[in-house]
């Protein structure tokens, strides 16, 4: 069975701190990982990884996959009170699984001023 | 954000009726899932369609039947509610397997009584 495991599962910082979120994973055929922000509503897009693309960045936001140790980092540097949210991690099987994903159970992080 | 609608976005109902919870998109995607997020537990794959008629279970589908019988359209029907099935819904789509983000909609929250 796939499991993803998110760690830790609550953070509590304050504006300007750096964060940074670990995801492992146990997935049968994997394919690609990926991170989503979940505030008051649907999660929506961050990053997606891949064997062929192991590294993201977006502004303040960055993100690693290790293959070897089956796992990734998602880094918020300069945080702010607007990252405050649910990020999620899941990772995408291949071969017949049509994409399915595995979610963890997300890490809740709060951003103090 | 995707074109993708749900109805209806919150639904009250007693245990031991159906509910029929729609997904409408309008990407043309092929790819369309049901997910639902209950706290600690992240989001958990209901089932899944990767065509017209096409559809497979997810890893928590017991109690839930779905259908889609046109592109645009994914229905997840509760056979008969009962209050564990007290959730938060949610659609995604993907235009590709694997590799491919997934979008999500905007959910439905069930209440079951």
């Known amino acids: 069975e796939d499991k993803v495991v998110q760690s830790p599962l609550s953070l509590v910082v304050h504006e300007g701190d750096t964060v940074t979120l670990n995801c492992s994973y146990e997935?049968?055929?994997?394919?690609?990982l990926l991170w989503y922000k979940q505030e008051k509503k649907a999660p929506t897009f961050l990053f997606m990884l891949t064997s062929s693309g192991i590294e993201k960045k977006s502004g303040r936001l960055s993100s690693i996959l290790d293959k070897k140790e089956l796992s990734s980092i998602l880094n918020i540097t300069a945080t702010q009170t607007g990252d405050s949210a649910i990020y999620l991690c899941a990772v995408a099987a291949g071969g017949t699984s049509y994409g399915k994903l595995t979610f963890g159970q997300g890490t809740i992080l709060t951003v103090h001023p | 954000d995707a074109g993708i609608t749900q109805s209806p976005r919150h639904k009250v109902t007693e245990t031991g009726t159906p509910v029929t919870l729609r997904c409408h998109q309008t990407?043309?995607?092929?790819?369309m899932y049901w997910y639902r997020q209950d706290p600690g537990h992240g989001l958990r794959l209901i089932h899944y369609s990767y065509g017209v008629k096409d559809t497979d279970k997810g890893e928590v589908s017991d109690g839930y039947s779905v259908s889609r019988s046109k592109t645009e359209d994914f229905l997840l029907t509760l056979e008969s509610a009962t209050s564990s099935q007290t959730s938060v819904y949610f659609c995604?789509?993907?235009?590709?397997?694997?590799?491919?983000?997934?979008?999500f909609g905007p959910g439905t929250r069930l209440t079951v009584t």
């Open positions: 995604a789509i993907s235009e590709s397997q694997g590799k491919g983000e997934q979008y």
């Open positions: 990407e043309n995607h092929r790819y």
């Open positions: 997935v049968t055929n994997f394919r690609s």
